[in-house]
């Protein structure tokens, strides 16, 4: 257990109606008090040292109090849009679309996290009243809030009350517990309440199992598994006896690296992990692959690569590692223009899309088909690399028009954006538009603006590309733009029906290639 002893200065004024207005000239103060902080170097240090600690208290206690002022708005806002919805005729079982993802947007949020903060906020006003008192008092954080919903999660909501009751009706001894304390008594209650809530939560915890994938540090990827634990382990012991086994035959790889290469080839079906057959999208300036130059490749869906890393990837050559070496420790093909069994397994394509050297844009592509086309789908993807909501960053599951076809948008790059499933599921709700910001022919990264419900609108600009000029470079911030208010939130016309991007060529036929190759390569 944690305590606190306050000094006798720091106490609370009166009550005060925190509007809109009000909320805002806090921010304003705090922001006009950093520089007015006392320095360490005045008189009577130990004294303003006190006042800081108090202050950083004050401010904690701010947070927490900030933290249930937005949950109570967050469930009055999802209870107004779901009236409207009704009145509007939504279907029973869409009503509250689109509700998280506006959560998400208003507090800089990916969605997935936007629809965890709506349920926290609505169980946390409805169903745990002590905890709302404590979390407003800022006597616990959001974090531990957040535990305490979490923790009772299956019961029902006279459970959830009565653990509520036991575990924070005490404001003085919930605020000396730590986060496992806290856990642990809510754990316990739960238990001693509803003894087969800790079966539900088992079957729920099973049903959320997944595999993600995550950029990590140096052209690393972190593949995460959330599985039961007897498969967690049964999967770990099986890739540990594998290397062990290899190991004691005398495999110069570690034993990491051969549990690694295991997971990968048992996975895929392949007999060596450095053999996959998948698509690789590589976006990267002639200048990387032709020049020597230094800049950065782009992988979609992970980030930057270094230039030497995407030279060798395309040469059909491991990266980072001498030509005709094999990590198993093979020897080189010898013989010039030999080409090996090796090789044909290593063979690429490559097609090449170019952009306009300037400003960083794809040369379009379009099609009359009211479903965009592979080869479109993957245009539009190298250019998003990721989903075009502001804030989310989720992978590309659709492709969406911005304008719909059905109100005469076509099918093209200009009138395309890729976007996660649950964002396109949320801007199909009522009082979402979408509109291009850019007409064609002008210059300056692809720029979609989303309006939601309430008339705010969202900028998503789409991300540089290796190559692309400064001034696209400089102007090019995927989820810029804080919501702007709009009298009406009415849509634009799309003046981009024809589906065409007019691209400039001046000056000599070299500068075209001061463009972004865009690079498909597929392993044979």
């Excluded at 006190?50 to 900030?66: S, T, V, Y």
């Excluded at 996660?420 to 910001?437: D, I, L």
Aim: aromatic share 4%; proline share 6%; with cysteine.
């Amino acid at each position: 257990m944690f305590e606190y002893s306050p000094s006798e200065s720091h106490q609370r004024t009166g009550s005060l109606t925190a509007g809109t207005a009000l909320v805002n000239a806090w921010v304003e103060v705090l922001a006009e008090d950093a520089d007015g902080l006392p320095d360490g170097d005045r008189e009577q240090v130990g004294e303003q040292d006190g006042d800081l600690i108090d202050r950083i208290r004050a401010l904690e206690e701010l947070k927490a109090a900030a933290a249930a002022a937005q949950a109570r708005a967050t469930a009055l806002f999802d209870a107004s849009q779901r009236r409207k919805q009704v009145e509007a005729g939504v279907r029973r079982e869409e009503l509250g679309r689109g509700v998280a993802s506006q959560i998400a947007l208003v507090r800089r949020e990916s969605p997935n996290r936007g629809g965890r903060l709506l349920g926290f906020a609505k169980v946390l006003t409805s169903e745990m009243p002590c905890t709302l008192q404590a979390l407003t008092l800022g006597r616990i954080s959001e974090w531990r809030a957040t535990l305490l919903v979490r923790e009772t999660a299956c019961l029902s909501f006279e459970g959830r009350r009565r653990v509520d009751e036991e575990v924070a009706g005490d404001p003085d001894v919930l605020e000396t517990l730590g986060d496992r304390q806290i856990i642990s008594r809510a754990r316990g209650a739960a238990y001693r309440l509803d003894p087969r809530a800790a079966v539900k939560r088992a079957a729920k915890a099973e049903s959320e199992r997944f595999v993600s994938c995550r950029p990590a540090p140096d052209t690393m990827t972190y593949l995460t598994g959330l599985l039961p634990v007897a498969q967690g382990v049964g999967v770990f012991a099986a890739l540990s006896r594998e290397a062990d086994r290899l190991r004691a035959s005398g495999d110069g790889r570690g034993r990491g690296q051969i549990m690694a290469d295991t997971l990968v080839e048992r996975v895929t079906g392949q007999a060596d992990a450095e053999r996959m057959k998948v698509e690789v999208q590589l976006v990267m300036s002639d200048r990387t692959l032709l020049g020597g130059d230094s800049e950065p490749a782009l992988v979609p869906g992970y980030g930057p690569v270094p230039a030497q890393w995407a030279r060798d990837l395309i040469r059909g050559r491991r990266p980072g590692r001498e030509a005709g070496r094999d990590t198993r420790g093979a020897k080189p093909e010898e013989g010039p223009g030999r080409k090996t069994k090796q090789d044909e397994q290593e063979e690429r394509w490559i097609r090449r899309l170019y952009t306009e050297p300037t400003t960083g844009q794809l040369v379009a592509m379009d099609s009359r088909a009211r479903l965009f086309p592979a080869s479109l789908g993957r245009f539009i993807a190298a250019r998003d690399q990721t989903c075009r909501m502001p804030w989310c960053g989720a992978p590309i599951r659709h492709l969406d028009h911005i304008r719909p076809h059905q109100d005469g948008g076509p099918t093209s790059m200009v009138n395309g954006q890729g976007l996660c499933e649950a964002c396109n599921q949320a801007k199909e709700a009522p009082g979402w538009k979408a509109r291009t910001a850019d007409p064609p022919g002008q210059s300056g990264p692809h720029t979609v603006e989303t309006t939601t419900p309430t008339g705010h609108t969202y900028r998503s600009t789409a991300p540089p590309l290796p190559g692309a000029g400064a001034g696209a470079v400089s102007g090019a911030r995927a989820g810029t733009g804080v919501a702007d208010r709009m009298g009406t939130g009415a849509g634009i016309e799309d003046p981009s029906s024809t589906g065409t991007w007019p691209v400039k060529h001046t000056g000599s036929p070299t500068t075209l290639l001061e463009g972004c190759i865009v690079d498909l390569i597929w392993a044979a």
